[in-house]
């Protein structure tokens, strides 16, 4: 193992090597930044580049694209509210509203040093559970799923800070909307009004380009400036070095955020959007001051982007283990390994442990270097937020449209993220939480898929879901999220004034 580790460094620390991870990490970040596209798009077009080549060459470039696309959909998310990839979306909840207090700069800085740190996490937790990946990816079933599922719909209530009936209503809407199309445990069609499109469902990359890119950038069209609203007459970026501070100084989030991002990547099915909700959802419940979330508070992006790159650690294992993607981008992946003769399963640890090695090592050197770049270019990104919106406008709709359009060359994807644009400013107009819509139709598929596995696992017996540990213990904390709350603001009221004449 260790003589694989020193040949696999050995290839990557070259010139050929640097130059296919720093191809590899430029792109990534290029694809992260545009709305729509992200990392199984670019692993998809990058494919015919690697004909030919070496394995480890295209193992390179590709670790480089996987290692840099999450850190790069942040900063279109921090600096416009619009998610790179999908699972940037739950860095807009904390990242934007900093961008607009002028904190762009500091936000930019944090998500660099979380994503970087995030990242090797993950690696790190990859070239550990390989031993044992297999017990690993077992340990969890449908009713961990549901599990889960369930903890990130009750962190609405946390996340919608006074507004909490509000939050439950959005809350619904988006489990609603999650229903929509086919459905797997029954084989019917649901809710579609007779729309052929909508019997796959509710696309995920145009409802969320919509609700976040198309309703601010009609905001922000209504409202006119920019999106910093301080203002300043000279933009003063100054901020960059106190959000990698803001990391070091948080490095409990971190690593809480990148363990969850790890396990959650681990399990095939679930993705990186789920592991940033729910890493997010759990900063919301440790911290000292859960109001402070979706109005500026640093920890609501470190969370969710330690979690988005260590995800990609967690997703190799069942990829590499057992051949089975543990997400879209690994589907495509999987591709290249084939296409390069490299077949995934316990032999290719055996046969191949250098080409792994040597992704391990791409994947952990491209989250740096797509971090130092972030860094780099943070102050003059952040200037973006000074732009009057009558040139900023234009330009991010038709990049968020482009973006939604070549993900399946669908015009029914640009109408429907305009459809979701227009509700998103209906919702923001009459003081309706985004994120109880959005957490609603992320984990709701996931909630009754997982559901209605579950009760074929136990023949239809409800008992399923209490016999197991892992299962009870997430309800246990389901439930406390819901309960707690609800208990300290009744103890917290002040009796009435007895009247003592």
């Known amino acids: 193992m260790f003589e694989s580790l020193i040949d696999a460094a050995g290839l990557l620390f070259t010139l050929n090597g640097g130059m296919w991870l720093a191809l590899g990490a430029i792109i990534g970040l290029l694809f992260g930044v545009i709305p729509g596209l992200g990392g199984t798009t670019a692993i998809a077009l990058m494919i015919p580049f690697t004909f030919g080549r070496e394995p480890y060459e295209a193992i390179t470039l590709m670790g480089g694209v996987m290692g840099a696309v999450p850190f790069g959909g942040s900063v279109s998310a921090i600096l416009l509210n619009t998610p790179g990839t999908a699972p940037n979306t739950a860095t807009c909840f904390d990242g934007y509203p900093l961008a607009q207090q002028g904190k762009a700069g500091m936000a930019i800085g944090a998500a660099a040093t979380a994503s970087s740190l995030g990242g090797l996490i993950g ?23 549901f599990a889960l599922a369930l903890l990130g719909i009750a962190g609405i209530a946390l996340s919608t800070g006074g507004n909490l009936l509000r939050g439950l209503i959005c809350g619904a809407a988006g489990l609603g909307l999650a229903f929509v199309g086919y ?85 095939p099915g679930i993705g990186g959007t789920v592991a940033s909700f729910l890493s997010y959802t759990s900063a919301v419940l440790v911290s000292k001051h859960p109001e402070s979330f979706g109005k500026g508070d640093i920890a609501g992006v470190i969370a969710p982007e330690s979690a988005n790159n260590a995800k990609e650690g967690g997703a190799l294992i069942p990829t590499l283990a057992f051949g089975i993607p543990g997400s879209a981008e690994m589907a495509v992946f999987l591709g290249v390994l084939v296409l390069h003769g490299l077949e995934p399963g316990p032999l290719m640890l055996v046969e191949n442990e250098g080409v792994v090695f040597s992704l391990i090592l791409a994947l952990a050197v491209a989250c740096v270097i797509a971090s ?19 040139l900023l406008v234009p330009t991010v709709v038709s990049v968020a449209f482009i973006g939604v359009y070549a993900l399946r060359s669908s015009i029914e994807d640009v109408v429907m993220a305009l459809i979701f644009g227009i509700l998103g400013y209906l919702m923001v107009r009459f003081d309706y939480p985004r994120i109880s819509l959005v957490i609603g139709l992320v984990l709701g598929e996931i909630a009754e898929v997982s559901f209605h596995q579950s009760l074929m696992m136990s023949e239809g017996s409800w008992t399923i879901f209490f016999t197991r540990s892992i299962t009870l213990g997430l309800l246990v904390t389901t439930l406390a999220i819901l309960v707690v709350p609800a208990i300290g603001a009744f103890a917290s009221r002040k009796p009435p004034e007895e009247d003592r004449s």
Do not use: C
Not at 123 to 145: C, D, N, R, S, W
Not at 372 to 390: N, P, Q, S
């Open 123 to 145: 690696v790190v937790f990859l070239a550990a559970m390989i031993p044992v990946a297999k017990q690993i990816v077992l340990l969890i079933g449908p009713p961990e799923f």
């Open 183 to 267: 459905d797997g445990v029954s084989g019917g069609v649901r809710f579609t009004g007779g729309i052929g499109y909508l019997w796959d469902g509710v696309p995920l990359v145009p409802a969320l380009t919509g609700i976040f890119a198309i309703t601010e950038m009609i905001n922000l069209t209504v409202k006119g400036g920019t999106v910093f609203g301080g203002g300043q007459a000279t933009p003063k970026i100054s901020r960059v070095s106190d959000g990698v501070k803001s990391v070091l100084r948080q490095y409990p989030v971190v690593l809480q955020g990148s363990l969850i991002g790890a396990v959650v990547g681990a399990v």
């Open 372 to 390: 130092l770049i972030g860094l780099a270019v943070a102050r003059w990104a952040a200037l973006l937020t000074r732009v009057d919106v009558h």
